[in-house]
């Protein structure tokens, strides 16, 4: 079994499995992420689901999509030492098949929504940022009856 896992401290996670793996597949890659850099949980997550070209692969995703439901409920079926701290949240789950292609122009899609969103995100935080440093670095002038209020930038009395 193998899990492609793309980590990018930009935008998120993307979790590329076969869609004969299960669920617990899945919780597996996320402890692993765990150890390899925990603040990438907190990032946005796709699950790639792929070779949704083979027979049977319907009834798999039907079988993966009811486990990532209940993901609680099949605990039991992952090795003690490879439970993760917190299970998987996929802000999208998609099928794929590289082989048809089924599927890439949608995950494409989704990926360069996810790049938007997280941009927008970035870009607001950084604005908040840079307000919060100049509030703290230009405080509010005081009010025109105050004797400190300095006597340019205020209509002009003869």
């Known amino acids: 079994m193998k899990c492609a896992i793309t980590p990018s401290s930009l ?5 590329i499995i076969a869609v004969v793996q ?18 990438l949980l907190s990032k946005p997550a796709i699950l790639v689901v792929n070779k949704m ?24 079926l992952i090795p003690e030492d490879m439970v993760p701290s917190h299970f998987p949240t996929f ?11 089924l599927g890439v122009a949608h995950l494409q899609q989704l990926i360069r929504q ?4 997280q941009d927008a995100k970035a870009t607001e935080r950084q604005r908040h940022d ?8 230009v405080p509010l002038a005081p009010g025109p009856a105050s004797p400190a209020s300095p006597k340019w930038g205020l209509p002009y009395q003869a």
């Open 11 to 15: 935008s998120g996670v993307i979790y």
């Open 22 to 39: 299960q669920c617990v597949f899945c919780c597996v890659c996320v402890q692993e992420l765990e150890l390899y850099k925990e603040e």
């Open 53 to 76: 070209d083979l027979p049977e692969a319907g009834e798999k995703l039907d079988e993966l999509m009811h486990q990532l439901d209940n993901q609680e409920d099949f605990r039991h």
């Open 91 to 101: 802000s999208h789950t998609v099928p794929v098949s590289a082989t048809s292609g």
């Open 114 to 117: 996810s790049l938007e969103e």
């Open 130 to 137: 840079k307000l919060r440093e100049l509030r703290k670095a």
